[in-house]
């Protein structure tokens, strides 16, 4: 087989393993010769441009293998931080579960605290209700004076008196009067008790010598308490206190209280004319201890007190607009004879 190079024949042998191709020496020369003029030319033909290019090409190509070396660093962090993401949602799920079942313990001990705290005001209610009706015989309290367990009782309710005042003012209940709550039949309760036990004669030196923290927390009380809410308790306390009064020694303690004619001046304003009635009754014993009188006397000449007083002579309740009428003429009577003192001296 033969072929033609630059118009010269070329032979083949195909004899041996390997072609071989016979080329004129002058062509073999002349080939070497171009190959040796494009090498030397060949930069010259590649302008800065592509050379740049291909620069740039190398740059992306090494930026490509540092991307996706960052890729792939990301793409491991990602999927730790979603194996935490895993493990913390299910923690969250666990603890939700957790505060789910907490939430519903703590609605059953609500309502189991509930039950409890409505058993007891209603044994407690039905327990002072005994009370106060057994304590309106005086062998009964001549009896609890004797068995040595009065004071403890009168500690109680002296606590149990302030805790549910001091929680009107706190708003746990709305400040009502519930006739029908437990809870207000206790406190009732317990006050009408502390009554009886003053009304007899035994107990109520026993209140006047023995319990002077129970007669401090009554007028501490009535202070607290605002106008208009729950008189009958207030009247209760206020009988208490006129009980107590009835003793000299009584009398003369809790006129000792610096709290006593502010809460008395107080009290003639309540609106409720029972309250009024049992305050005039209270400022009457008062105005008949002449050793109280003395203690008291410069507060007693106050014009507003009498003022307070004179108001209530108008009023339609004839037991009040009475005890009222009483009291003014007390007052005056005070005022002239510290008059008549003050002349002689």
């Keep these: 087989m033969s072929a033609s190079l630059g118009g010269k024949s070329l032979a083949l042998n195909h004899g041996a393993k390997d072609a071989f191709v016979?080329?004129?020496?002058?062509?073999?020369?002349?080939?070497?010769?171009?190959?040796?003029?494009?090498?030397?030319?060949?930069?010259?033909?590649?302008?800065?441009?592509?050379?740049?290019?291909?620069?740039?090409?190398?740059?992306?190509?090494?930026?490509?293998?540092?991307?996706?070396?960052?890729?792939?660093?990301?793409?491991?962090?990602?999927?730790?931080?979603?194996?935490?993401?895993?493990a913390v949602q299910t923690e969250c799920q666990k603890e939700r579960e957790e505060k789910l079942l907490l939430r519903e313990q703590l609605w059953q001990s609500g309502a189991q605290l509930q039950q409890q705290a409505d058993f007891c005001s209603a044994l407690g209610s039905a327990t002072c209700s005994l009370l106060w009706s057994s304590s309106a015989r005086e062998h009964t309290v001549s009896q609890?004076?004797?068995?040595?367990?009065?004071?403890?009782?009168?500690?109680?309710?002296?606590?149990?008196?302030?805790?549910?005042?001091?929680?009107?003012?706190?708003?746990?209940?709305?400040?009502?009067?519930?006739?029908?709550?437990?809870?207000?039949?206790?406190?009732?309760?317990?006050?009408?008790?502390?009554?009886?036990?003053?009304?007899?004669?035994?107990?109520?030196?026993?209140?006047?010598?023995s319990a002077h923290i129970l007669l401090d927390t009554l007028i501490k009380l009535l202070e607290l308490m605002k106008p208009g809410v729950f008189p009958k308790l207030k009247v209760l306390m206020?009988?208490?206190?006129?009980?107590?009064?009835?003793?000299?020694k009584g009398l003369k303690y809790i006129s000792e209280n610096p709290g006593l004619l502010p809460l008395i001046w107080t009290l003639l304003d309540d609106g409720d004319?029972?309250?009024?009635?049992h305050t005039l009754r209270l400022l009457q014993s008062v105005l008949l201890e002449e050793d109280v009188l003395l203690l008291l006397g410069s507060s007693l000449l106050d014009p507003d007190l009498q003022a307070r007083v004179s108001r209530l002579t108008s009023t339609v309740q004839p037991s009040l607009r009475l005890a009222a009428q009483q009291t003014l003429e007390d007052l005056q009577s005070f005022q002239q004879g510290q008059g008549c003192k003050t002349s002689s001296v």
């Design 238 to 248: 206020l009988m208490a206190l006129y009980n107590v009064s009835i003793s000299v």
């Design 144 to 209: 609890w004076l004797a068995d040595g367990k009065l004071q403890s009782f009168l500690s109680v309710a002296a606590q149990t008196l302030e805790s549910f005042v001091r929680s009107l003012d706190e708003e746990v209940k709305p400040q009502t009067e519930d006739h029908t709550s437990q809870e207000h039949q206790f406190v009732l309760a317990l006050a009408g008790t502390i009554t009886n036990i003053a009304a007899v004669t035994c107990g109520r030196d026993f209140l006047s010598s």
């Design 273 to 277: 004319w029972e309250v009024c009635l």
């Design 22 to 86: 016979r080329v004129r020496k002058r062509d073999l020369e002349k080939l070497t010769t171009e190959v040796m003029q494009l090498r030397e030319f060949l930069p010259r033909v590649l302008n800065g441009d592509l050379m740049k290019m291909l620069h740039k090409a190398h740059a992306a190509q090494t930026m490509k293998e540092h991307l996706v070396q960052e890729q792939e660093q990301l793409q491991q962090q990602c999927l730790h931080l979603q194996a935490r993401l895993d």
